[in-house]
């Protein structure tokens, strides 16, 4: 059987109870935020209730790391309570099994059989816990409808400054180095000096240098570095671009065929290059991060897009200007649904398949019908039910499992 509490997934086999025989535990035990095997701790098998005195089993560590072997030898028999629970450094977790019945002896076990769940794909405790695997239960959750657009992060409009000569002059820098991209600097910085043409009265800055001051105009960035101290410039020529990373535009090119549908914009996730969390801009609320600057009320001719633009917190300022991402816009409408991971779609002969858990080791495949995705989450439609759970890591691994060679899935031994 597979148990859950909220920290420790449990996938239990163990023998009928009878009075005086062995009935040996094979319990697999793994931590549900990482879903890594339990490597250490106690594990003790306690049976309880009936009226009986309770009794209680006990093993000190795992044989392997996730697998404990207690071994139970019951002296009552009856209706019996059966309790497993894990004693591990910082973390006690309880695994309520149910009732099972101890009989009087071997020969009062009624005959059964043992069968497997039909359609049911194996995929063993020791395989998951090799690999990036998990499952996450099929839940309620409040999705914000989306519409996706091609999308480029730009500096905002005050964001953003180019410094070129004021007249023509040789350029010096000020101080030891002279500025290089990737420099911070602070509104009103003297970043180098341009000499004065001939005629002109000089202005001298530092012993031995003297000219006109190039002075940053905004705290921000060095971007662009566009000559080199020595050089001879003319008017006009640039010479440093500066941006401000700690506030971003997003700019969208909404599809015409969509601009309707976006009546209350109310902010987007985006799609980052190799980093598996979305960028999220909200526009209202208390999580507010961000704002709507502008929708255009005209459709570009030559791309049928009409740009919407929205200023948002750049995090950790690592997002770069220039950047092209898939952004999805919130249309301002929700969906009160159930939900899973995006992560636990997989495309089988183009369908959309998820993996749903039957026991610890055992999954069945079904095709699903998704609908509004936001951010890690999508809509199910139908197909699963909540309270369910769905592979979430590693849901190809078992689509390959179930197309390879048939494994010994329950019952087998560890």
């Not at 092209?324 to 398949?353: M, Q, Y």
Request: aromatic fraction near 8%; glycine fraction near 10%.
């Amino acid at each position: 059987m597979t148990h859950f509490t909220d920290y420790t997934e449990l996938f239990v086999e163990f023998p009928v109870f009878s009075v005086g025989n062995e009935s040996p535990f094979a319990a697999h035990l793994t931590w549900l935020d990482s879903f890594r095997p339990v490597a250490e701790g106690r594990v003790r098998v306690i049976l309880r209730g009936g009226g009986l005195p309770e009794e209680e089993f006990s093993v000190e560590q795992p044989s392997i790391p996730g697998i404990f072997r207690p071994v139970a030898i019951p002296a009552h028999a009856g209706q019996r309570k059966v309790i497993l629970i894990l004693e591990a450094p910082g973390q006690t977790s309880i695994h309520n099994l149910g009732a099972y019945t101890v009989y009087s002896g071997k020969e009062a076990i009624p005959a059964a059989v043992e069968e497997d769940e039909d359609g049911a794909i194996s995929y063993l405790k020791e395989q998951q816990w090799q690999v990036d695997f998990a499952t996450a239960p099929v839940a309620r959750r409040t999705l914000r409808e989306s519409i996706r657009a091609v999308a480029t992060f730009k500096a905002t409009a005050s964001g953003e400054a180019e410094i070129s000569a004021p007249h023509d002059g040789q350029l010096a820098r000020r101080g030891k180095a002279f500025p290089a991209i990737g420099t911070r600097v602070t509104k009103g910085q003297v970043l180098a000096v341009i000499g004065s043409p001939l005629g002109r009265e000089l202005q001298t800055l530092d012993k031995g240098v003297s000219g006109t001051a190039l002075r940053a105009p905004i705290d921000g960035v060095i971007a662009y570095v566009h000559t080199t101290a020595g050089s001879y410039l003319e008017k006009g020529q640039p010479v440093f671009h500066i941006i401000d990373p700690e506030k971003l535009w997003l700019e969208c090119r909404i599809p015409e065929a969509d601009v309707l549908r976006l009546a209350d914009v109310d902010g987007a996730w985006v799609s980052l290059p190799n980093v598996e969390a979305p960028l999220v801009i909200t526009t209202k609320g208390e999580q507010s991060n961000g704002r709507v600057v502008a929708f255009s009320q005209a459709i570009d001719p030559r791309t049928r897009t009409a740009p919407l633009i929205l200023e948002f917190t750049n995090p950790d300022q690592q997002l770069r200007i220039g950047m092209l991402v898939e952004a999805h816009v919130f249309t301002g409408k929700t969906a009160d649904s159930v939900a899973v991971p995006v992560s636990a779609i997989v495309r089988d002969s183009g369908l959309p398949v998820v993996y749903v858990e039957l026991g610890g080791e055992s999954f069945e495949r079904r095709v699903v019908q998704t609908g509004i995705r936001e951010g890690d989450y999508i809509e199910i439609r139908s197909g699963v039910e909540r309270g369910e759970r769905v592979v979430s890591r590693g849901a190809y691994l078992v689509k390959l499992a179930a197309s390879g060679p048939a494994e010994a899935g329950h019952g087998h031994a560890h």
